[in-house]
T-cell receptor, first 120, second 111 residues
Framework: EADIYQTPRYLVIGTGKKITLECSQT?????MYWYQQDPGMELHLIHY???????EKGDLSSESTVSRIRTEHFPLTLESARPSHTSQYLC???????????????????FGPGTRLTVL | RKEVEQDPGPFNVPEGATVAFNCTYS??????FFWYRQDCRKEPKLLMS???SGNEDGRFTAQLNRASQYISLLIRDSKLSDSATYLC????????????FGAGTQVVVTP
């Protein structure tokens, strides 16, 4: 089992509130990711990080922001939640390849249990 | 056109039967391929990596066809516990660690 944790698991909140979704991993992975997934739909990458103090926006535009001050911690923040933010948010981490072009197994991403966010 | 496409299903499979389904990808420079499994309202978990020569893990067999740009997953002797959504995942060679997920193929194994 992967050692990656997310809190809260479920969050119901009113419009306009500021929220932070927590993600922590104890595997020492440099790479971490945030995905958004609506029911029955594919995962969309919204943020990623390849190490401390590095963050990048993903393929899907998101109003959320992230920070990476410590290797094990990658929180996601919404300054002002809206109903359109209602979704499942999944955090993941992966090992870096030992060598460039290393076998695909080193790209394995381990997912946390997710946070199901509902904004009323 | 989506970069990774899958038949959403559902594939209704009697227990003990074999089911197979494909996934196509658009980027010919794709480097790594995986099948993930996602149970309802749960996180995705790696089922198996897909190697160029094809590989097997118990009842699961994965194949890669680079010429036609598709990968396949075959499940033999289906169990009720195999009911899940199977996500096709591709890593493009120009993307640093980023994976492209398909929307998934739903498999329902019935008694």
């Amino acid at each position: 089992e992967a050692d990656i944790y997310q809190t809260p698991r479920y969050l119901v909140i009113g419009t306009g509130k500021k929220i932070t979704l927590e993600c922590s991993q104890t595997m020492g992975h440099d790479k971490m990711y945030w995905y958004q997934q609506d029911p029955g739909m594919e995962l969309h990458l919204i943020h990623y990080s390849y190490g401390v103090n590095s963050t990048e926006k993903g393929d899907l535009s998101s109003e959320s922001t992230v920070s990476r001050i410590r290797t094990e911690h990658f929180p996601l923040t919404l300054e002002s939640a809206r109903p359109s933010h209602t979704s499942q948010y999944l955090c993941a981490s992966s090992e870096p390849p030992v060598l460039a072009g290393a076998p695909s197994s080193t790209d394995t991403q381990y997912f946390g249990p997710g946070t199901r966010l509902t904004v009323l | 056109r989506k970069e990774v496409e899958q038949d959403p299903g559902p594939f209704n499979v009697p227990e003990g039967a074999t089911v197979a389904f494909n996934c196509t990808y658009s980027n010919s420079a794709s480097q790594s391929f995986f099948w993930y499994r996602q149970d309802c309202r749960k996180e995705p978990k790696l089922l198996m990596s897909v190697y160029s020569s094809g590989n097997e893990d118990g009842r699961f067999t994965a194949q890669l066809n680079r010429a036609s740009q598709y990968i396949s997953l075959l499940i033999r002797d289906s169990k009720l516990s195999d009911s899940a959504t199977y996500l096709c995942v591709v890593k493009f060679s120009d993307s640093w660690g980023k994976l492209q997920f398909g929307a998934g193929t739903q498999v329902v194994v019935t008694p």
